[in-house]
C-alpha cells in the first residue's frame, strides 16, 4: 500500500461573505445586511467571519450593476492598472475589494469568500467552483452535500479557458460561489433566502472543523463542468428571434439529448438542439445573460478525486 | 330571456407592449404581430389595428422606468400638464400616446386599448379593468377565460371611476390590461409568451365575431374587487424590509386568505400572522415592482357579476 496523500492547508482563520455583487440578487444583500447587523450566526471559533456588500451603489438602485458587472471586473489588468478618478465604478470598487480582500494571488490574501449569487434559472442550490484541484474547496463542498442531505446542491466547475471570468470572490485563496434560484431580479422569495443561509452554516461549520485539526478522508464529487455557451438565435441586428423552448426551460442539471428541442421562435416553431450527444444545461434564461449572448450553457458531468486534507501543522 | 344589448362596433384597436419597459412578453406579442403585418400584410380584419410599443426608452435599457412609471402617467392632471426641460421623459411619452391614441375621454379615443403586462407573482392570466358594467370588456373576458386552457384566467377589477384612472388601458373608450405570471421582469418564458400570444389572439377573434353580427349569451361570472393592500414590516427610521412573504402565502395568489394565516416570515424567524377581520384573496403577491410602493401583496373580496347578452349595434 502506498503513502496516504493528505494535503495539508495552513488554518483558513479570515473569511467573508460577499452580498450584492449584483445589487438586484436579494438573497445575498438581506443576509449580509441582517449580519452586519448581527452576525452572531455566522461567528465560528478561531476565524473571523467579515459580511461585506460589494457593490452598494448597485444595491442602493436594486440594479444589476452601475457601469460594468462588478463580477468580471477582477482582472489582471483593472487589478494592477493605476488609479483614476474616470475609471467605471466597478472597477475602482475591484481594486478596493482587492486591497481589503486580497491581493490576489497573495499570502495575505482572504483564507475563504462565499460570494452569494441569485439566478432566474431553476438551478435550486448550486456552489461554483473556478478550479478543479482545490482540494480544500472540494472536501468543503463535499461536506456540505453530505450535510443538507437529503436536499440538494449541485456542483458548477467553471475552468473554461474562455468562458471563465474573473469575479470578486476570486480574490481569495479558497473561492466559492453560492447561486440560488429560481428567484426573480429583485424580489426576495423566502425558502431562497433559508436555502442559502443553511448552506452558508454548513460551510462555516466545516471551516471551523478544519481549524481543529480534523482531517477528512479522500472523496470523490460529482459536477458539472462549463463545456460551451449557447445563445439566443438572433437576427440581423443582434435581437432575439426565439425563446427558450417549454420542454427545456426549468430543466437545469437534466440531459439534453440530440434532437431535443431547444428554442421555440415567435411563431411558434421548435428548434431542435443538434449536439452529438447528452449534454446537462444550466443557467437556463437567466435574465443577465441576454446581454452576455447567453440562453444556457452546456456542461459535463465529471467525478473530481479529492485528497484527504488537513490543516499544516 | 331578455333581448341582447346592442353595443357599438369596436373600429379602431390598439395593443400596446413594453409600457413597462422590462415586462418582456407584451413587447414580443407586439413585435411579433407587427412583423407577421410587414411580411404576411394585414390579416382581414374588421378592426383598423395599432401596435404600439409604449415606452421605448425603458425597452431599450430593459428597465420598468426611465425616470417615472408610465402606467401611473394616464391621469386628466398628467396628461394636460405643460411640459418644460425638467418634464420626465414617461410624461412627455403618455402625451404624445394621448395624441396618437386619445385624447382620453373623447369621441375621437380609440374604441379599444389593450395594455399587456407581466407580474412575478403567480397570477396566471388576470384580466384586469375598470369598470363592472362595460358588458363589451367583460364579454371579452368571458370568451378569453371560456377558450384559454393553459393557465388559470381571472378577472380582477380595480373599481376606479374613469375620470380618476391612471393607467395607460384608461385612454380608450373601453380598456383592459392583460397581467401574466409568474416571470421575472427581464426574461422572456416560452409558456408565458404563448399564453398572453393567445388571450391577444382571443380577443381580436371574439371581435371579429361580434362585428359580424354573432349574439353573445349572457352570464355569471366571478371578479376579485381589490380591496387594500398590506406592506412588507419594515425597519422604521431605514424603511429595510424585516420579513420575507411566508413560505405559506408565496404563490398563492388568488388562495384565499384567512384572519391567523400567516403573511410574513422574520428574518429572525417569527411568523407575522393576518391581522384582517375577514377573508380575503391575496394578489400580486412578492411583485418585484411594488417593493417601492409599499407593496407585499393586495387583497380583493369576490364578487358575482351578472353580464346581459349583447350584439352589435347595425349602423
Redesign the interface.
Known sequence: MTSRNVSCFPEARKVAIFGGTHGNEMSGV?LV??WKKNGAEIQRNGMVTKPFITNPRAVEK??RYIDTDLNRAFTPENLSGPWDEGLPYEVQRAKEINQMFGPKGSPDAYDVIFDLHNT?SNMGSTLILESSTDHFNLQMVHYIKKSIAPASCAVLLNEHPHLKYSTSRSVAKHPIGLEVG??????????I?ESMRDILKHALDFIELFNTGVEFPPCAVDVFKVIERVDYPRDANGN?TA????HL?DCDWEPLNPGDPMF?T???RAVPYQGSSPVYPTFI????Y?EKQQAFVITRREMLAATAIRKSI | MGEPVTLPGLARVAVCGGTHGNELSGLYVVREMERRRREEGDKVRTVSLTLVVSNPRAVEVCRRYVETDMNRCFTNAVLSSPVSDTTPYEVRRAQELNTLLGPKCSAQAVDLLCDLHNTTSNMGLCFICNSSTDWTILHIYKYIQSKLTDAPVRLLLIDIPLADSYSLDSMGKHGFSLEVGPQPHGVIRADIFNIMKQGVDLFLEWIDQFHSGVVFESFEVDAYVRKRSMDYPREPETRQITAAVHPQLQDRDFTLLNPGNPVFLTFSGETVRFDGEESLYPFFINECAYYEKGIAFHLAEKKTLRVPSVKVKKS
Open positions: 438581506m445586511n441582517m436594486c440594479t432566474t429560481p428567484q426573480p431580479q429583485g424580489v426576495l422569495r423566502s425558502n433566502f432575439i425563446m427558450v423552448h417549454p426551460q421555440q415567435f411563431d411558434g434564461n437567466e435574465a443577465a441576454y
